[in-house]
């Protein structure tokens, strides 16, 4: 599967931002789907997570309860709805497909499939 992540910007403290992921192939539906960024110096870490029918969701603990992800399977869309930003949520943030078990939902090393990367700059 091959995916796009797009959505990035400029946002000011605490404003919101949506973050779209579109993917090609017929097997989107069977794969788990993540966020992950990646700021300036840092290594790439897991931001959230969703099992491949939608049910199970999964968040790091510096972005739960304001950040969203859902999945459109439907139309082959990843989303990740960002709220109440913080200047440490600036990072170029990218969506990926595994074909592992949920168990994985948090290794990037379990990740196959990447898409390109989206800035987003919060603003303090």
């Known amino acids: 599967v091959q995916l796009q992540a797009f959505g990035g910007g400029l946002v000011q403290t605490g404003g919101s931002l949506r973050l779209s992921c579109a993917a090609s192939?017929?097997?989107?539906?069977?794969?788990?789907l993540g966020w992950f960024r990646q700021a300036p110096g840092k290594e790439r870490e897991f931001v959230a997570a969703?099992?491949?029918?939608?049910?199970?969701?999964y968040y790091a603990d510096s972005v739960q309860d304001r950040f969203t992800i859902s999945r459109d399977n439907a139309k082959n869309m990843a989303y990740l709805q960002m709220n109440s930003v913080k200047p440490e949520d600036t990072a170029v943030y990218y969506c990926?497909?595994?074909?592992?078990?949920?168990?994985?939902?948090?290794?990037?090393?379990?990740?196959?499939?990447w898409g390109q990367g989206t800035l987003v700059t919060v603003s303090s």
């Open positions: 990926a497909a595994s074909r592992y078990s949920d168990s994985y939902y948090n290794d990037p090393s379990a990740f196959r499939s």
């Open positions: 969703i099992s491949w029918i939608g049910g199970t969701t």
């Open positions: 192939g017929r097997t989107f539906s069977s794969y788990l």
